[in-house]
């Protein structure tokens, strides 16, 4: 990262097909790998918002952009072709929004759970906003009963 | 009628009568020889280190942090348990030879602390029997060697080491 000039551009895919040639593009361009790749789950539209940054370490022209591409997913059933052909550092990325959202990435060479123990995390992903903490869930009583005018 | 096991348990019986005179010794013995395994998974893993470094000197009262889990008899929960640790904690405390005791070290080994309301942590006191809590975030090094301290009171005066060295 040189200086604090970073420009930040974005790119919005509706259609999951159309990355993989998107990612080609960027990389013919200088683009070289992956910074972070990241998912937004948005319960209401039914959609999940997949969020990939990537910049440059070769091209010195490039080096402080961040380009940012965002793929909308289908939330029942999210699936988008793997990207670690193209940018090897995304694989470990993709395994946790793999694990995190249930996101499924097609031609992924080891897609398994990276940081969550697979049997009790199986089926189930803790970041989608629909998954509640036993915990949260007594937080969020309190607070209601709190809104509601205390204990009756 | 299983001859083997009415033999095994009559013996059993017999050391257990043979050795309860020597029960406030045992209690005695390791009072002074509370060997706690590493088990750093957070922060607390400093504060521990100190409190066994120079200045306060744990090791003065007979405890020494030791590395191979079948010679030592306690284990201090310095931080969070995930639900990953939580398997790795329970293979190690039962590896460790009875009498055995568990001292859970900081805030998230007593209740989550920071972590309280997340998907993957696990309170140690669901899985394991614990003797003494240690609570800050992270505590101070003096209050390990407290719970070192309060931990011998105990064992002495509610006779721990002989309870689960004779009956365990």
Redesign the interface.
Known sequence: MSGDSQVKAEFFIENPAELPSVAQTLKEKGYDHVISLSAVDYPKSNEIHLVIHVSSYTKKDIEPKIFEIRVKLNRDNPRVPSLVKIWPSAEFQEREAYEMFGIVFENHPDLRNIL??PE?FSGVH?LRKD?I?Q??DI?LKLKEEVKNGGNK | MDIAGVAERSIKKILKTLMKPFSPMIDWATKYSIWPVHFTTSCCGCEFAASYGPRLDTERLGSLPFTHVRNTNAIIIEGTITKKMAKALKVVYEQMPAPKFVVAMGACAIDGGIFHNSYNIVKPRDILPIEVYIPGCPPRPEAVTNAVRTLQKRMQTLRLASKQALEG
Do not use: Q, S
Request: aromatic residues 12%; glycine residues 0%; hydrophobic residues 45%.
């Open positions: 969550l123990d009790e803790p998954y903490v915990v949260e937080m």
